[in-house]
């Protein structure tokens, strides 16, 4: 287990080749794409997923998605971490649960710690978070983690409610 993130009750991770069944089984949940609108066909989309767009980035970025274990046990949870989107040239903060871990604060323990992992181990000077209007949890975890709002924009055709966070504001 490659771990780049401890907290006082997450382990964040790399995501490794073997992990497809994982994300298949987090995003099988229609709650949890609700919002998000990624839902994955079956295990070989979600083998492509990480092949092809997940890890990718930890080699070209030094960052990206990783996946959250609950601590002692391990159990997976779901997901947290940067993504640079290079048409925008930004760095995203992102996040992902399953149902039976939401409302604990995991979302922003996980969130918080990435950030801070993002301005003090990668000198990032800048982190956005988006969240469609009606994902109130997601709004609150952007806020609770010091984000302020930007404004609204449609990305990828959905509306969206952008946050951002400076280096040396967290
Ligand atoms: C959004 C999500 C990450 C929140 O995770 P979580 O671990 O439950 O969040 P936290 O426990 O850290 O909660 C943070 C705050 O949001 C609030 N909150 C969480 N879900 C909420 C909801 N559905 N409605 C209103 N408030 C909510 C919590 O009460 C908490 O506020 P508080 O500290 O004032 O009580 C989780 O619901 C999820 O994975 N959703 C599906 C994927 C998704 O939408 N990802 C984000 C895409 S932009």
């Avoid at 993504?83 to 922003?108: H, M, N, Q």
Wanted: proline share 4%; charged share 25%.
């Amino acid at each position: 287990m490659n771990v780049i993130i401890e907290t006082d009750r997450l382990l964040l991770r790399l995501f490794e080749t073997g992990d497809a069944a994982l994300l298949y089984e987090l995003n099988k949940d229609p709650e949890v794409t609700l919002y998000t609108g990624d839902p994955l066909r079956d295990i070989t989309h979600a083998q492509e997923v990480l092949e092809q767009v997940i890890l990718p980035q930890y080699a070209l970025y030094h960052h990206g998605r990783w996946a959250v274990h609950l601590k002692p046990g391990l159990e997976f949870i779901g997901w947290c971490g940067l993504k640079y989107i290079p048409e925008r040239d930004e760095v995203d903060l992102g996040y992902r649960f399953k149902k039976s871990a939401w409302g604990r604060g995991y979302a922003t323990e996980s969130a918080d710690a990435t950030i801070r992992y993002g301005f003090e181990k990668l000198g990032l000077r800048r982190i956005i978070g988006r969240a469609m209007p009606g994902n109130l949890g997601s709004l609150k975890v952007l806020e609770k983690c010091g984000m302020k709002f930007i404004g609204e924009e449609i990305v990828e055709e959905h509306l969206a409610m952008t946050y951002e966070i400076l280096n040396g504001n967290y």
